[in-house]
């Protein structure tokens, strides 16, 4: 019997770190971006993300094994055959729309699709198509080998069937789930965004350094990471779409960007995937 085959949509971080997770459990993967120049260096990255998840989870994971089970191309016809897709773009309605309406042209009736995003709501995406009950919200955290849950977004027409096969699918991935409704933000980003935000307005005034106020919820709350931190993993410019995605869904104030994060994106200060954002990640 062939592996199963699941496409993945956008070659970025959490594209990336989907293909590791699918080809470890065995799935073969289809990775699709519409920039050829960043699949060729999401291949090379690939290599250091297998060797990554190998060392943290204590799983032995042969790279070329894994990356021989992934198919990187930049046409999405090439999903024509899969049984699910993984959708990872930008958080811009603009970007996701037009990828939805060619995935319903190009994938087997029986495709559902996975919309993993930070705020932008599921049954909105879904009626984009014709098969809005086979649209589910699969909120994975980065980063997505290594997180353990895996937040499944309930849309307003998604079936009982997709739920199922979206839970599976996690279950597969030897992760668990928690199924929500649908909202702007879901639950998770919903607070967390907030979170991030009011931490960099504490910093915007001066009340604390970055570094004092990391400190505190590690040290005090016994948070893995702090705030801003969490923010440089997230990534700065997908920090600012999704509270801007709060801002224009629910008209209030108190989702209002900080003018300090809206800056270091514009500076091109992103975290960890540009080398630095609220800290340092070059070096020396």
Wanted: proline share 3%; net charge negative; hydrophobic share 45%.
């Amino acid at each position: 019997m062939s592996a199963r085959r699941i496409g993945i949509v956008g070659a970025g971080t959490m594209g990336r770190g989907l293909c590791v997770a699918l080809t470890a459990a065995g799935f073969e993967v289809v990775l699709v971006d519409r920039s050829s120049e960043v699949l060729k260096r999401s291949r090379a990255l690939l290599r250091d993300e297998v060797r990554t998840a190998a060392l943290f989870s204590g799983r032995r994971l042969d790279v070329q094994e894994l990356l021989a089970r992934a198919d990187l191309t930049t046409s999405l016809d090439d999903l024509a055959d899969v049984e699910a897709v993984l959708e990872n773009a930008t958080e811009r309605w603009q970007v996701k729309q037009p990828i939805y309406e060619a995935l319903d042209r190009i994938c087997r009736a029986d495709a559902w699709f996975g919309v993993n995003t930070s705020a932008i709501s599921i049954t909105r995406l879904a009626a984009l198509t014709e098969r809005p009950a086979q649209v589910v919200g699969m909120h994975f955290m980065n980063p997505a080998p290594l997180k353990p849950t895996v937040e499944v977004i309930r849309g307003h027409h998604t079936s009982e069937e997709t739920l199922a096969a979206a839970r599976g699918l996690v279950a597969d991935l030897d992760k668990q789930s928690i199924v929500v409704d649908d909202s702007p933000g879901f639950v998770t980003n919903r607070v967390m965004m907030l979170m991030i935000n009011e931490a960099i307005y504490l910093l915007h005034e001066g009340v604390a350094s970055a570094k004092e106020i990391d400190r505190l919820f590690v040290q005090c709350f016994g948070h893995a990471m702090g705030p801003l931190e969490t923010a440089d993993l997230i990534g700065l410019d997908t920090v600012l779409l999704s509270i801007e995605v709060l801002y224009d869904s629910f008209k209030d104030s108190k989702y209002r960007p900080c003018p300090l994060l809206t800056r270091m994106v514009d500076a091109g200060l992103h975290g960890r995937k540009t080398g630095e954002g609220f800290f340092n990640y070059l070096g020396g």
